[in-house]
């Protein structure tokens, strides 16, 4: 499984991971399974970082979290917020038009706003937790965020017909993923089930969203789910009597 958790890194983070030359078929598929576990590992560096530096100013902390939290996925699910959310306003009921507009590399006055208040308010959900001290949500949020790919790339149409997403969606084991979905999502909802119950809700209402409006998913659409159910439970974790 070395291969596919290379791959997986390399995908979803900026970690100094080995290239996988070749990669099969089997092994990108395979891949997707070890999306929680790469949610794992950032959540450990996050975590680890808000307890390092327990004693610093907490304005500073929340910053210095975010900051290397970003710099451990190198901003690639706030890239497809941004063209969703550039999509959603310039395309709205002509699927077409929001796939063409995703496709477009510049940014729109909605990615910005869209990339603001999401960082405004995943900095805020920061900030307020390590006040009351509670770091260890730090670590279940990035797990949370790239274990919700799963369901999203398992139950929805995808809509490009080439890149890694393509053969990744065909390749992966669907029985064994949703072995993972029940075992990632009982194991939290055990700890926290206030947080996980309004992140999966969110997250039905997102990919009903979609099939509406889109008629499925794009790399962008799984960028922008992962990002959104961070957040999400970080806000529903602070604000709902889980603790």
Sequence with gaps: MLRPLLLAL???????????????EREIGLSV???????????????????????????????????????????????????????????????GRMLEIMKDPRCGPAAVMAITMQLLFKWVAIQALVQQRHEFLLFFAPVVGRTVLLP??????????EGMATVAIAAVPKTTAWMVVALVGT??????????????????????????????????????GCELSETIFLLAALLLPNL
């Design 187 to 224: 194991s939290l909802t055990v700890k926290i089930p206030l947080a996980v119950g309004a992140t999966v809700v969110c997250l039905v209402w997102f990919r009903w969203l979609m099939l509406r409006h889109l008629g499925g998913v794009t790399g962008d659409v799984l960028g922008a």
């Design 33 to 95: 399974l070890l999306y929680p576990l790469v949610g794992v590992i950032v959540g450990f560096f996050v975590w680890g970082l808000a307890m390092v530096t327990v004693s610093w100013p907490e304005n500073m902390r929340g910053v210095f979290i975010l900051f290397l939290w970003l710099a451990l996925t190198g901003g690639l699910h706030l890239e497809g917020l941004g063209d969703l959310a550039d999509a959603w306003v310039g395309g709205m009921g002509r699927p």
């Design 10 to 24: 390399g995908l979803l983070t900026t970690l100094p991971v080995p290239g996988v030359v070749d990669p099969k």
């Design 152 to 161: 999203l790339m398992l139950s929805t149409p995808y809509l490009r017909k």
